[in-house]
């Protein structure tokens, strides 16, 4: 063989292994029902990882060039007849984003081979509509895995899936009303902020402080709803302390109010505990916890969840019952079958494990 990675080029070492084994495929160097080497082989010859060789296989699966057998290999299913011809320039440069770190994402390999089982396992089934509030399968896995690991002990039919947290805010403004003022943290995530007003709340920014928001700002606030993120938030980077978070919930009991907690990348705290979450603490129905998979797996991941204190279920199923998931039956049982069989958890002790290591 003659394959080889460039570790200057500023192509992924396995772009450049797909393009090449590609190129023999379409070249004849690979005739049709032809074993491809070992990926094994290929990782010897060209001194990357398994996975490396992995990804490269998986795109050329994808793009139809060739077929995994089980215990068998790679083999070719490539007919010219079948493709249309593409020339190395229609291929889209690979450009390197400075700003993008892909050492947190979830292995490209693990999800692509979770996406053919859940194609095996369930056939036909992807193509039901799945139930409004999310696909059962899914909201039952996110319900164990929240008693798990953040002790938030919740039924499945307070879970409501969405298509990222953008929208499930807009739900909630419809859930609780648009006549009511939203507290924020400032500074905070933009688009929070834009999301609110754009379904014509009136949002407060309060200033934070080193361990979460001023006293003498949620004090004087005409607020009835406070939108917090408690752990890391952005673009501050200060995480409330345990005390800060009592004091949110005090806030709302005096309030008669509520407390949207946005756990946005809580997951991927350097502690070896988690911290513990406002919804956990509170005991009076009046949080409503909210968290993605955006930055847990990747940002193409537009899938989001939030938790409805029992209390609300029912004005919630009233007003907002007909609205149909928006997120696809396929992605979700994607998601149920990560989070069921242990990866998802494995992925997130990994990232914690280096980042406490390059803390």
Known sequence: ????????SG?????????????????????????????RIISEETEVSVITVEHA??????????????????????????????????????????????????P??????????????????????????????LRNAISSYLARSNGITVLPEQIVIGSGAE???????????EDRIFALENPSYEKIRKVYEANGVKCDMLSLFNDGIKTSELEKTQATVLHITPFNSYPSGICASASKRREYLRWAEKKSGYIIEDNYESELTVSKKNEDTVFSLSDKQNVIY?????????????????????????DFKTKLGFYSCTV?????FVLAELIANGDFERHINRVRRQRRKNK
């Open 1 to 8: 063989m003659k394959y080889s990675v460039d570790k200057k």
């Open 11 to 39: 192509k992924s070492a396995y772009i450049q292994l797909y393009e090449q084994l590609r190129k023999d495929i379409v070249s004849g160097a690979f005739p049709y029902g032809t074993k491809l080497p070992s990926k």
């Open 57 to 106: 296989y998986a795109i050329l699966c994808d793009e139809g060039y060739v077929e995994s057998r089980e215990r068998s290999g790679y083999f070719v299913i490539y007919k010219s007849d079948d493709f249309f011809s593409v020339s190395d320039s229609d291929v889209l440069p690979v450009r390197k984003n400075e700003n993008h770190n892909f050492q947190h994402e979830f």
């Open 108 to 137: 490209f390999s693990l999800l692509a081979k979770t996406m053919r089982k859940v194609l095996s396992d369930y056939g036909e089934e992807i193509l039901i509509k799945s139930h409004n509030q999310g696909c059962d399968r």
């Open 167 to 177: 929208y499930l805010y807009s739900l909630i403004v419809q859930l609780l009303g």
């Open 290 to 314: 909210l968290n993605t998979f955006s930055k847990t797996i990747a940002p193409s991941i537009r899938v989001g969840y939030m938790v409805l204190p029992e209390k609300l279920l029912s």
């Open 328 to 332: 696809p039956v396929f992605e979700q």
